[in-house]
């Protein structure tokens, strides 16, 4: 509940807004109880025998009688008797006071009714039907107030949640389904907004109902409003409990919500996969197994949800029962008195108690939405704590307070005794040290696992090293400001994603003000301008579809280079850039590395001969260390690692070729 209050205090940060929905809120309430309480004056303008100004001057004969019967009671009591002397002062002051008000609004009240017993019915009608016309409207306004700082709340959450995941340490998104992210900013905030709407909308709203049509019951007899609410905390202890069974059975909803969603969002995106290997059948089933606990999880909210209402609504018949039965006694029998108990101070009239059961009865609708609004409330606790989950979580690789951003032109890059963990335990980069000085071109080899593509990702800081420390211009990067460490860097990887968009916008994204020119020349740098151009229908305008999905391998990894170029970094990573295009392709884009990657540092992963040639070194891994660096040749000859490895990627390579 803590981090769903978070939330509602992003709300309450719009004071005006919340301002009116509380003055809205509270206007509907009074309206709500008056409506009710005209039930008095209407019940006894239709059964009195007289007229309604003789009915306004028998009210204050009436208290004039009582305060004499009071005055009376009063001198035959004995001196001594000092506590119901006490009390009975207290009731004569009352009445004074009352009578005295009645004498004030008497003339007002007869030059506004008139003195006929129809015509002042259909007067009190049309006041009803005004005031309930105004409390509509009050009504609308107020639901658009709450509603507005609902959605507001969680534009900022889904605001600060998008950022928290842009900041995220990469090991932590990694971790993260991106199935459990996605149900985070769908599911999650659409049950927060709705939890949020409840708390700020009827669960202002209902208790300022209730305590309107309470008041107007206790003005009418308090005691008995006492005696009538006997078991309401009986029925609160009830809620309550349910309320947390509620709040469990959500989350465990949620968290099967976002399994499935995941499953189907796999099954989905390896949809070939599942065809080439004839597993329909399978994924059917688990999606049934899913789909079935996701049936038994709602019906349980459900059923609590269920007896949350029901139990309000037995409560509420039990309470109007004992009202109905208490007062129609007082009535009936014209007693002041149950069992002993002083309940009146006066018999009860019809139109009194009739008012009394009509406010009762008000007081079942608010609590009915209520009972309903439990199990969003739960809903938006649980998603809120799932939300706040990702918010809170913290963050490894962080800018230092007073980074550098004075980085010196043309830096060497050194690893000094780089070590790296990605679970605390496992060493991937064991005691690694390298110096490449600026301009030199750097191929990694190694067999799967060896720690080459860890090593790449140190660099931007997706990681940091667990031991030892990697230097730019002899400075830390952790020293470094980021963004000004990561935009003299450019990286190509075999995985790098292009966004569903035009190709003219994924060639521009890291370099958002360059101009089309400068685009298109990059693409003729990177050999992508003639297929843009002749093959697609669109040019630079197509788009390219999620994941880029309509250019083959080759023509996204041109697209890629092209990005790359436009970005013009000083250090160029590129992570298997050519281990998945044909051989056109990587022709094409040898001819772009072999021309670009003069006047900068080139870092790169590959085991292709044709690329390692443009190396000025090879440095060669193994177990997350280096075991060896040299050329091609001098490799071949005092490596026998890296001569197994060309020896497997050359029979690869003829094997493919020949197939």
Known sequence: MENFLRVARLALRRRGTFALAAVTSLLVALLWGFNLGLVKPIIELTFSPHTPHAHLDSLIH???QRQAQLQQQIDALPQTDASNRARLLHELDDAKGWQGWLQAIVPTLKRILPDHSFKALVLLVGILFVATLIKDGLLVANMMLVERLSQLAVFDVRRNLFRSVLKADVADLSEDRSSGLLS???????????GLNMLLGRMLLEPLKIVACLVGAAMISWRLLVVSLLLAPLAILLVSRLSRSIKRANRRALDDSETMLGMISEAVIGIFAVRAFGMEAYERRRLHAHNKLAYRRSMRITLYNALGRATIELMAVVIISLAMLAGAYLVMNQQTTILGIPIMDEPLSLGSLMAFYALLAGVTDPARKLSEVINFLQRGYASADRIFDVLDRPVAVVQKPKAIRAIPAKPALKLENVSFSYDGETQ??????????????VALVGPNGCGKSTLLNLLPRFYDPTEGAIKMAGLDLRELHLPSL?????????????????ILANIRYGSPRATDDEVIAAAEQAFAHRFITEKLTDGYQTVVGERGSNLSGGQRQRILLARAILRNPEFLLLDEATSQVDLESEQLIHRVLEEFRKGRTTIMITHRVSTLALADRIVV???????????????????????????????????ARVA
């Open 62 to 64: 009436s208290e004039s």
């Open 184 to 194: 985070r900013f769908s599911t999650d905030l659409a049950s927060l907004a709705h």
């Open 428 to 441: 991937v980069l064991r005691d690694l040290s390298l110096s490449i000085a600026f301009g030199e071109t």
């Open 486 to 502: 990561r935009k003299r860097l450019g990286v190509v990887a075999q995985s790098a994603l292009l966004f569903d968009d035009t």
């Open 621 to 655: 891994m193994d177990g997350g260390s280096i075991i060896d660096q040299g050329t091609h040749d001098q490799l071949l000859k005092s490596c026998p690692l890296y001569l197994r490895l060309q020896q497997s990627h050359a029979a690869g390579s003829t094997r």
